[in-house]
C-alpha cells in the first residue's frame, strides 16, 4: 500500500490530523495497536480550548459536541475554606471553554473517519517506522500473522507517550526534559449531578481535589494521592469521604455520592521531546510532550501540533513549499513549552507536596492571595487557562 501520510495512534492527534488531511484530499492510513473500544474505554481529558472545538469544526466531526459539551466562562479555586472564582470570559475578552469528554470526541471523530472511508487498522501489532531519515519512509507492521509494508511520504508519530515513534529516534538527534511530580491523581466517573456548575480547583492541607464534570448528570472528581497507592484500597465510600474533606463546606455539603464506573490513578510528569520532527517523521500530541493535566492542556496542545503541522503537509502538497514543515517543530515547541510552564505553575500552587519546606508553602499561599486580589495575575491565568493563541 502507498499513501501520502502514515500516521501511527488513533487518539486524539491521530484521527484529527487524519480526518483534516482526508478532507484536503491527502490520503492517509492510522495504524494502532489497541482495539477501538480499548482505545474508547480510555477515560482523559474533558476540557476543551477554542482551538480544538474549531478543529473539531473544520474536521466536520463537531455536530455532537456542540450539541451536548458545556460552555464555560469561569473556573473556581478553593482554599482556605472559601472558593475564588476566576473570570475566564471577562477577563479574556470573551473567550471560554468547553466541557466534552474526550472519550465523545474520540468517538465522534472515529465516526466521521469511517463515514468518509478513511482506513485505519486497529489491533495492529510491531507498528515500526523506517528510513525516515531519507526521501522514501514506510511503516510495517502485523496484523493475523502476515507483515504489512505502507510506502508513504511522511510519518506522523501520534502514538502517545509509550510509544514507538519518538523511540525508533536515534538517541543522539533528540533532546528529553522531564519532571516527575510526588503524588498522582485518583480519579472517578460517577452518573451523579456536579457539585457546582463550573469547576472546582481545591488546595487543602490534606491535598488536591477537582470537581469536574461531563455532563449534568455525570461528575468527574479527582484527589491527589501517593505515588504507591492502590486502586483497591479506595472503596467509593472512602473517595467520597476524602473528596468532601478536602472541599470548602459549602460545596462539601452538596457532593452528590453514587457509584462509580470508572476509577482509575494517573502519574503526574511534565516531559518535553526536541526537535518534533526527524526527517520525514513528525512527533505530534503526548508522542512528543506530557503535561500534568492540572492545567487542562494534554488534550489542547495535541490540537495546536495538529495545527500546525496539517497546515505544513497543507503548503507541501499544495505548492511543494517545505517551509511549513521546516517550521513545525519551532512552533509547536513555542506553543508546548508555555502549556507545560502553565500546567507546572498549577500543579505546583495547587498540590500539598509531601517534602515541602515551610517557606514553600508560604509561597504557595502568597501566590493564591496574590491571584486572588489581582486582575493582572487573575488575567495571566485566565488567558493560559482558555489557551494562547495558535
Ligand atoms: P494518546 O495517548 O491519546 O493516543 C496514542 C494512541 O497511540 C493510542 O490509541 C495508542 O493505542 C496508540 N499506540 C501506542 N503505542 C502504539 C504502538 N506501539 N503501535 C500502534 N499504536 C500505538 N489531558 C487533559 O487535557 N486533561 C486530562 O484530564 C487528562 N487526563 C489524562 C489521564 C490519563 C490517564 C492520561 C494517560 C492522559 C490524560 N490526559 C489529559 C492527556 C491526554 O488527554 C492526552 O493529552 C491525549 O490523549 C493526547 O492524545 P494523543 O496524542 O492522540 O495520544
Ligand atoms: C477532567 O474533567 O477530566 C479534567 C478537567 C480539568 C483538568 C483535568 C481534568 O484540569
Same mark, same amino acid.
Given at each position: &500500500?502507498?499513501?501520502?501520510?502514515?500516521?501511527?495512534?488513533?487518539?486524539?492527534? %491521530?484521527?484529527?490530523?487524519?480526518?483534516?488531511?482526508?478532507?484536503?484530499?491527502?490520503?492517509?492510513?492510522?495504524?494502532?495497536?489497541?482495539?477501538?473500544?480499548?482505545?474508547?474505554?480510555?477515560?482523559?481529558?474533558?476540557?476543551?480550548?477554542?482551538?480544538?472545538?474549531?478543529? $473539531?469544526?473544520?474536521?466536520?466531526?463537531?455536530? +455532537?459536541?456542540?450539541?451536548?459539551?458545556?460552555?464555560?466562562? %469561569?473556573?473556581?479555586?478553593?482554599?482556605?475554606?472559601?472558593?475564588?472564582?476566576?473570570?475566564?470570559? *471577562?477577563?479574556?475578552?470573551?473567550? !471560554?471553554?468547553?466541557?466534552?469528554?474526550?472519550?465523545?470526541?474520540?468517538?465522534?471523530? &472515529?465516526? +466521521?473517519?469511517?463515514?468518509?472511508?478513511?482506513?485505519?487498522?486497529?489491533?495492529?501489532?510491531?507498528?515500526?517506522?523506517?528510513?525516515?531519515?531519507?526521501?522514501?519512509?514506510?511503516?510495517?507492521?502485523?496484523? =493475523? /500473522?502476515?507483515?504489512?509494508?505502507?510506502?508513504?511520504?511522511?510519518?506522523?508519530?501520534?502514538?502517545?507517550?509509550?510509544?514507538?515513534? +519518538?523511540?525508533?529516534?536515534?538517541?543522539?538527534?533528540?533532546?528529553?526534559?522531564?519532571?516527575?511530580?510526588?503524588?498522582?491523581?485518583?480519579?472517578?466517573?460517577?452518573?451523579?449531578?456536579?457539585?457546582?456548575?463550573?469547576?472546582?480547583?481545591?488546595?487543602?492541607?490534606? *491535598?488536591?481535589?477537582?470537581?469536574?464534570?461531563?455532563?449534568?448528570?455525570?461528575?468527574?472528581?479527582?484527589?491527589?494521592?501517593?505515588?504507591?497507592?492502590? #486502586?483497591?484500597?479506595?472503596?467509593?465510600?472512602?473517595?467520597?469521604?476524602?473528596?468532601?474533606?478536602?472541599?470548602?463546606?459549602?460545596?462539601?455539603?452538596?457532593?452528590?455520592?453514587?457509584?462509580?464506573?470508572?476509577?482509575?490513578?494517573?502519574? @503526574?510528569?511534565?516531559?518535553?521531546?526536541?526537535?518534533?520532527?526527524?526527517?520525514?517523521?513528525?512527533?505530534?500530541? =503526548?508522542? /512528543?510532550? #506530557?503535561?500534568?493535566?492540572?492545567?487542562?492542556? *494534554?488534550?489542547?496542545?495535541?490540537?495546536? =501540533?495538529?495545527?500546525?503541522?496539517?497546515?505544513?503537509?497543507?503548503?507541501?502538497?499544495?505548492?511543494?513549499?517545505?517551509? *511549513?514543515?521546516?517550521?513545525?517543530?519551532?512552533?509547536? @515547541?513555542?506553543?508546548?513549552?508555555?502549556?507545560?510552564?502553565?500546567?507546572?505553575? $498549577?500543579?505546583?500552587?495547587?498540590? !500539598?507536596?509531601?517534602?515541602?519546606?515551610?517557606? =514553600?508553602?508560604?509561597?504557595?499561599?502568597?501566590? @493564591?492571595?496574590?491571584?486572588?486580589?489581582?486582575?493582572?495575575?487573575?488575567?495571566?491565568?485566565?488567558?493560559?487557562?482558555?489557551?494562547?493563541?495558535?
Amino acid at each position: &500500500m502507498r499513501v501520502k501520510v502514515a500516521i501511527i495512534g488513533s487518539g486524539p492527534s %491521530g484521527l484529527l490530523l487524519g480526518q483534516l488531511l482526508a478532507n484536503a484530499g491527502i490520503e492517509n492510513v492510522i495504524l494502532d495497536r489497541a482495539s477501538k473500544d480499548h482505545i474508547l474505554g480510555r477515560v482523559r481529558a474533558g476540557v476543551l480550548e477554542e482551538g480544538m472545538v474549531h478543529l $473539531m469544526d473544520e474536521a466536520g466531526a463537531g455536530a +455532537r459536541m456542540h450539541a451536548e459539551g458545556l460552555p464555560h466562562d %469561569g473556573i473556581s479555586l478553593a482554599f482556605d475554606g472559601r472558593d475564588h472564582r476566576i473570570d475566564l470570559y *471577562g477577563l479574556t475578552g470573551g473567550k !471560554r471553554v468547553l466541557i466534552y469528554g474526550q472519550t465523545e470526541l474520540t468517538h465522534d471523530l &472515529m465516526n +466521521r473517519r469511517e463515514a468518509s472511508g478513511g482506513i485505519s487498522v486497529y489491533e495492529a501489532e510491531n507498528v515500526t517506522p523506517h528510513h525516515f531519515a531519507g526521501k522514501s519512509p514506510y511503516v510495517t507492521y502485523e496484523k =493475523d /500473522g502476515i507483515t504489512h509494508r505502507i510506502d508513504c511520504d511522511f510519518i506522523a508519530g501520534c502514538d502517545g507517550f509509550h510509544g514507538p515513534s +519518538r523511540k525508533s529516534v536515534p538517541e543522539g538527534a533528540i533532546r528529553t526534559f522531564e519532571k516527575v511530580y510526588p503524588f498522582g491523581w485518583l480519579g472517578v466517573l460517577a452518573d451523579v449531578p456536579p457539585v457546582n456548575h463550573e469547576l472546582v480547583y481545591a488546595n487543602h492541607p490534606r *491535598g488536591f481535589a477537582l470537581c469536574s464534570m461531563r455532563s449534568n448528570t455525570r461528575s468527574r472528581y479527582y484527589i491527589q494521592c501517593p505515588l504507591d497507592e492502590k #486502586i483497591e484500597d479506595w472503596s467509593d465510600e472512602r473517595f467520597w469521604d476524602e473528596l468532601r474533606r478536602r472541599l470548602p463546606e459549602h460545596h462539601a455539603e452538596a457532593v452528590t455520592t453514587g457509584p462509580s464506573f470508572e476509577k482509575s490513578i494517573a502519574p @503526574l510528569r511534565s516531559f518535553v521531546a526536541e526537535p518534533l520532527r526527524f526527517g520525514r517523521l513528525f512527533l505530534v500530541g =503526548d508522542a /512528543g510532550h #506530557i503535561v500534568p493535566p492540572t492545567g487542562a492542556k *494534554g488534550l489542547n496542545l495535541a490540537a495546536s =501540533d495538529v495545527h500546525y503541522l496539517f497546515e505544513g503537509l497543507m503548503e507541501y502538497y499544495g505548492d511543494g513549499s517545505t517551509a *511549513g514543515i521546516d517550521a513545525y517543530s519551532a512552533r509547536a @515547541l513555542s506553543r508546548v513549552w508555555k502549556a507545560v510552564r502553565f500546567s507546572w505553575w $498549577m500543579t505546583m500552587m495547587m498540590h !500539598r507536596f509531601p517534602e515541602t519546606s515551610d517557606f =514553600d508553602q508560604k509561597i504557595q499561599e502568597a501566590e @493564591l492571595d496574590y491571584l486572588t486580589h489581582s486582575s493582572a495575575a487573575a488575567t495571566a491565568l485566565a488567558e493560559n487557562y482558555v489557551g494562547l493563541a495558535y
